[in-house]
């Protein structure tokens, strides 16, 4: 799915390249369907303010939302392992699950590393990232709150994400408990925020969630069958400093 691979590339760190394809990645996110005009509408802004803003404040911002602390994390293990040893079997599985697929990533890349991990479902069927989506949506909802919450546009991409499987509700969800936090980023308060949600990372789930139709936009609940998009668009761009942690 072409629009995937776009969000992908929007929460990567910011490059000429990615500036550069502006205007290419505003005109895929215009054309998908599943999306909300109004969603589609910010998202374009967005692309355009990427490429007029020096690049030297958007990495700057870039470093100070996803760099100190867990809070924002792009890290997905992070919210849901943290430290622990079961981060690292974690690690392990999903890499299989690349292998298994033929997706193959740097070695310097972390494969919970939600752009590495967009861009690979961006390969798969759509009923598969239906899935997929459906077992993060819990992360993506309070990241979206807690993104909204710093004024950040990076917000957006959550936000695509659980409106394209009909859980945009999963982010008023947060939003209250978010407005009322207490900025804290040591370890142990950050995975305290996490503790109380479980997620299993397996496209097996029976807790799945469907694509949206262009049409009908049903909600979760209604799972279907619709085509899946063979597309290609510009290459990842190379590993950023945000995923040599």
């Given at each position: 799915?072409?629009?995937?691979?776009?969000l992908?590339?929007?929460?990567?760190?910011p490059?000429?390249?990615?500036?550069?394809?502006a205007?290419?990645?505003e005109?895929?996110?215009r054309?998908?369907?599943?999306?909300?005009?109004?969603?589609?509408q910010?998202?374009?802004?967005?692309?355009r303010a990427?490429?007029?803003?020096?690049?030297?404040?958007?990495?700057?911002?870039?470093?100070?939302?996803?760099?100190?602390?867990?809070?924002?994390?792009?890290?997905?293990?992070?919210h849901?392992?943290g430290?622990?040893?079961a981060?690292?079997?974690?690690?392990?599985?999903?890499?299989?699950?690349?292998?298994?697929a033929?997706?193959?990533?740097?070695?310097?890349e972390?494969?919970?590393?939600?752009?590495?991990?967009?861009?690979?479902?961006?390969?798969?069927?759509?009923?598969?990232?239906?899935?997929?989506?459906?077992?993060?949506?819990?992360i993506?909802g309070?990241?979206?709150?807690?993104?909204?919450?710093?004024?950040?546009?990076?917000?957006?991409?959550?936000?695509?994400?659980?409106?394209?499987?009909?859980?945009?509700?999963?982010?008023?969800?947060?939003?209250?408990?978010?407005?009322?936090?207490?900025?804290?980023?040591?370890?142990?308060?950050?995975?305290?925020v996490?503790e109380?949600?479980v997620?299993r990372?397996?496209?097996?789930?029976?807790?799945?969630?469907?694509?949206?139709?262009?049409?009908?936009?049903?909600l979760?609940?209604?799972?279907y069958?619709?085509?899946?998009?063979?597309?290609?668009?510009?290459?990842?761009?190379?590993?950023s400093?945000?995923?040599?942690?």
């Amino acid at each position: 799915m072409r629009s995937l691979r776009v969000l992908a590339r929007l929460l990567d760190y910011p490059s000429a390249e990615l500036q550069a394809a502006a205007d290419e990645l505003e005109a895929v996110l215009r054309a998908e369907a599943r999306l909300p005009v109004p969603l589609r509408q910010r998202l374009g802004a967005w692309c355009r303010a990427l490429a007029d803003t020096p690049l030297l404040d958007l990495q700057a911002s870039y470093v100070a939302l996803f760099d100190r602390g867990r809070a924002t994390s792009l890290l997905l293990f992070e919210h849901v392992h943290g430290e622990s040893r079961a981060r690292g079997q974690a690690m392990v599985d999903l890499l299989a699950e690349y292998e298994a697929a033929g997706f193959r990533i740097a070695t310097r890349e972390l494969p919970d590393h939600l752009p590495l991990f967009l861009e690979y479902l961006s390969t798969r069927d759509e009923e598969e990232i239906g899935r997929w989506l459906g077992e993060i949506r819990h992360i993506l909802g309070l990241l979206a709150a807690r993104l909204e919450e710093r004024g950040a546009s990076h917000a957006l991409v959550p936000q695509a994400l659980l409106a394209l499987i009909g859980a945009s509700e999963e982010i008023a969800r947060h939003r209250a408990t978010v407005a009322e936090e207490t900025p804290d980023h040591t370890p142990q308060a950050l995975d305290a925020v996490w503790e109380e949600e479980v997620v299993r990372f397996s496209a097996e789930s029976d807790q799945d969630c469907a694509l949206q139709s262009a049409e009908g936009r049903r909600l979760a609940e209604r799972k279907y069958q619709a085509t899946p998009q063979t597309v290609t668009l510009m290459p990842a761009s190379p590993s950023s400093p945000a995923t040599d942690r």
